[in-house]
C-alpha cells in the first residue's frame, strides 16, 4: 500500500514549478504498479496529483501516464525497482532501496531512471537512461530526484540530444559508498642484541 501514503507525502513536499509532476509522476507510477498489482488508472493519476497540489495539464499527463505503460513492460535498471515499499518522498528511502558499496570515499550515489521520448513520438519505445547524483549525504526522495533533475537538464544543454523530450523520472534507489579504512600495522621492532 505504498502508493497511497507517497501519494499523501507529496501534501508535505515543496514543489517548485508548474513541470514538477514529472519528477515525481514516474515514481509514483511504479509504486502503483509494484504495489498491489493493481495499477492506478490515468484519470485517477490525474485526480490524485491534482488532490495534493501536483497536477500538471490533463493532457500532458495523460500523455505521460501512456509512456509509463509502455516503461512497466521493459526491464528494470536496477533491482531496487521492484520493489513496493517506497512510502515517502520526504525522508530517504528505506533499507531494502540501499545498496552499501566498499570505496575510498564516503558518498551517496541516488539513482533515477530519466523517462525520453524524442519529439513527442508515442509510437517509438521510450528510452531509459539511469542518471545519478552524488551527495555527502542522503538526500530525501525527492530530493534526490530534484537534483538528478536539475543535473540532467545541465546535461541536456551540455550535449546534442535534439528533439529529445523527458517525460518522468522514476526513483531507482541508492549506493553508500563506504570508506573502508585499512589496518596498518605498527612496524617490528628488533630487540637490542646483548
Do not use: C
Not at 507529496?10 to 515514481?27: E, F, I
Not at 496529483?49 to 505503460?69: D, I, P
Request: proline share 4%; no cysteine.
Amino acid at each position: 500500500m505504498s502508493y497511497p501514503a507517497l501519494l499523501s507525502s507529496l501534501n508535505r513536499t515543496v514543489k517548485g514549478d508548474q513541470d514538477d509532476w514529472r519528477t515525481v509522476m514516474g515514481t509514483l507510477v511504479r509504486q502503483s504498479f509494484n504495489g498491489s498489482g493493481k495499477l492506478v488508472s490515468a484519470n485517477q493519476l490525474v485526480r490524485d496529483l491534482r488532490s495534493v497540489g501536483w497536477g500538471g495539464r490533463r493532457q500532458e499527463v495523460l500523455r505521460a501516464y501512456k509512456v509509463m505503460l509502455q516503461v512497466l513492460k521493459m526491464s528494470v535498471l536496477r533491482t531496487s525497482q521492484e520493489r513496493a515499499d517506497l512510502d515517502s518522498f520526504n525522508r530517504p528511502p528505506p533499507a531494502g532501496w540501499k545498496k552499501a558499496e566498499r570505496s575510498n570515499t564516503d558518498r551517496w550515489v541516488s539513482h533515477a531512471v530519466v523517462v525520453v521520448t524524442y519529439s513527442g513520438d508515442l509510437t517509438q519505445s521510450p528510452l531509459l537512461r539511469l542518471w545519478g547524483s552524488n551527495t555527502k549525504r542522503l538526500p530525501s526522495v525527492f530530493g534526490a530526484l530534484s537534483d538528478i533533475r536539475m543535473a540532467y537538464d545541465q546535461g541536456l544543454e551540455d550535449t546534442d540530444y535534439e528533439g529529445e523530450n523527458v517525460v518522468t523520472y522514476e526513483y531507482a534507489g541508492v549506493r553508500h559508498l563506504v570508506k573502508t579504512v585499512t589496518s596498518r600495522r605498527a612496524p617490528r621492532t628488533r630487540k637490542p642484541k646483548r
